[in-house]
């Protein structure tokens, strides 16, 4: 419960566990490439099954692991299966992990898009600058890797420096926001059914402050969330994570607590 999952930085990757390993959203194309990936999976599982029942020990332990891949590759067919006949938004499948920072992001987030567009799923977490991370960002006219810059030590030009990346940030994300608000869902947009949490897990980089965080809550969620507000909350009483649960809540996930979690944001009218 404390692991956190594996991330992906490759959009060629990421593409292919969201629509399959044929190169492109082109029907046709998927298809051809989801019956092959069957015909391949369903001799690999007859060799198992013959297999099963005549090992043990580490053998069996290693066969094991081998039918856990096996069944991950199946899951992903099954959705390449699921998707094959559906009409995409026509997109090769990129080539890999662009050199620049920004069209690294702005195509992470394009498919996102298109992610929740066809309805592939309806969850994503996408960490757009890791913890210590070393990037610069010429582009804005920084040149110092941005981890070192957090700890600034009251040093207003670093401060300065943190607060153009920051901004930075932000405007691949409102990029992002107005794509959603762009693609037609139903009456409205996909803004309209979405609920995007944006923000980071610390406050304060040079004093390791994790109280008091700035958080954005995007998306109008079907109509139940009011935007254009900024609620402040006691910070000894509501960790983040209350607002998490509190969106999970919405979503139908009847858990009890997530994290530290003390309860659900009862002042957040307009999200219950």
Known sequence: QTTPMPRETNPRLVFERLFGDAGSTDTGVRRARAKQQRSILDAVMDKVARLQG???????RKLDNYLDAVREIERRIQIAESQADRELPLLESPAGIPVSFEDHARLMYDLLVLAYQTDTTRVFTYMIGREQSGTTYPQIGVADPHHPLTHHRGDREKIEKVKKINEYHVSL????????????????????????????PIRDGDAHQYNNVPLLLLGHDGGAIRGNRHLVYPADTNPMTNLQLTMLHRLG?????????????KELSGLS
């Not at 994300?173 to 996909?190: C, I, M, N, R």
Request: without cysteine.
């Open 253 to 265: 996930v009847r858990v009890d607590n997530f994290g530290d979690s003390t309860g659900k944001l």
């Open 54 to 60: 005549g090992l043990a020990g580490e053998d069996q």
């Open 173 to 200: 994300f409102s990029e992002f926001v107005a794509k959603l608000a762009g693609t037609p869902d139903g009456d409205g947009s996909l803004i309209d059914n979405v609920m995007l949490l944006y923000g980071a």
